[in-house]
C-alpha cells in the first residue's frame, strides 16, 4: 500500500509491506521504487530475525478502513496466485478519479512519436497513458492458469483483452497488445512529435472536446486486420495521410493530430 505524505515542502511516499494480510515493514522515500526498495530490505530483516513461520501470525492484521484513506495512492497485490495492478496510482496523482459512468467511448489513444515506432514494445506504455489522461481506469489481473499465466484486462470495467502464456510479464505484455490494437480499429488517435509532460499536459475534457465529437471519426486510424506478433503485419506502420480534397483541411487535421508539439 502505497501513501503520500507532504510535512514540510517535499512530499514523501510511503510503502507499507503486508504478508499474509499481517503488517511486516514499512518504507519511505520520494518516490515509489525508493519507498519499496526501503520496506522490502527492513522486511529482509525482520523475517531473518523470525524464530518460525507461526511469528507472523504476532504480527498485527491490516486494517480495511486504512485501504480507503484519502492519502492512500494505490494498492498492489503481488504473490504467485493474483496479482492486481492498474493505473489508479497516476489516476490520484493527476486528481482525477475515475467516474462510473463513463464507458469506452471516452477513451482516445495517445501516443508520442518514440511509442508509435514500435507499438508492440511500448502497447502497455500507450494504453496506460491514455487511459489516464482521458479519465478511465485500466486494470490488468494476472493469475495462474494450467502451466502458464492468464492476464485479463479491463477498462472501465469491461474487458478489452485476454491471454495465456508461459510467463506472467509475457501475459501482461501480450493482452496489452491485444487490447490496443483493437482501440485502433475503433477510436481516435493522437499523434505527438516527441513526448514533454511536465510542460504540457492535455486535460480529459479538452482532449473529448477536441477529439471526442465528430472529428474523432476522421482521427481514428486503422492498423489493418493483422494479427500483433506476426513479423510483417504492419504492426509499427504509423497512420496513413487520409485523402482530401482540400490541402487545408488536411493541414488543419495534422496541427489537431499533434497533442505535443
Known amino acids: 500500500m502505497f501513501q503520500t505524505h507532504q510535512p514540510n515542502e517535499y512530499m514523501t511516499i510511503t510503502c507499507d509491506l503486508y504478508l499474509c494480510e499481517r503488517f511486516l515493514a514499512q518504507g ?3 518516490n515509489r521504487k525508493l519507498a519499496q526498495t526501503y520496506a522490502y530490505k527492513r522486511a529482509c530483516e525482520i523475517l531473518r530475525n523470525m524464530a518460525s513461520a507461526e511469528d507472523i501470525l504476532a504480527l498485527s492484521r491490516i486494517d480495511k478502513k486504512e485501504l480507503k484513506m484519502p492519502d492512500v495512492i494505490d494498492i498492489v497485490h503481488k504473490g504467485y496466485q493474483v496479482v492486481e495492478e492498474s493505473n489508479l496510482c497516476r489516476m490520484n496523482r493527476t486528481k482525477q ?3 462510473e459512468h463513463r464507458n469506452l467511448n471516452s477513451f482516445i489513444i495517445l501516443e508520442h512519436e518514440d511509442w508509435s515506432r ?5 502497447a502497455h506504455c500507450i494504453l496506460t497513458q491514455s487511459a489516464t489522461q482521458c479519465g478511465c481506469l485500466l486494470e490488468w489481473r494476472s493469475e495462474p492458469s494450467g502451466r502458464g499465466y492468464r492476464c ?3 477498462l472501465q470495467g469491461e474487458q478489452v483483452a485476454s491471454c495465456v502464456t508461459y510467463l506472467r510479464k509475457d501475459a501482461v505484455r501480450i493482452a496489452s497488445i491485444i487490447a490496443l490494437f ?3 480499429e475503433t477510436h481516435p488517435v493522437v499523434q505527438g ?10 486535460t480529459r475534457d479538452q482532449l473529448m472536446a477536441t477529439f471526442g465529437g465528430p472529428a474523432a471519426s476522421a482521427l481514428t486510424s486503422t492498423v489493418g486486420d493483422a494479427v500483433p506478433g506476426s513479423p510483417d503485419d ?3 506502420k ?3 495521410r487520409p485523402s482530401h480534397s482540400n490541402e487545408d483541411d488536411y493541414k488543419l487535421e495534422v496541427r489537431q493530430r499533434f497533442w505535443t508539439v
Open 28 to 30: 519511505k522515500g520520494t
Open 238 to 240: 504509423p497512420p496513413g
Open 152 to 154: 485479463t484486462m479491463t
Open 234 to 236: 504492419g504492426a509499427n
Open 193 to 202: 512529435f516527441h513526448i514533454d509532460y511536465p510542460a504540457v499536459w492535455t
Open 97 to 99: 478519479p475515475p467516474l
Open 182 to 184: 483493437t482501440f485502433y
Open 118 to 122: 514500435d507499438r508492440k514494445k511500448h
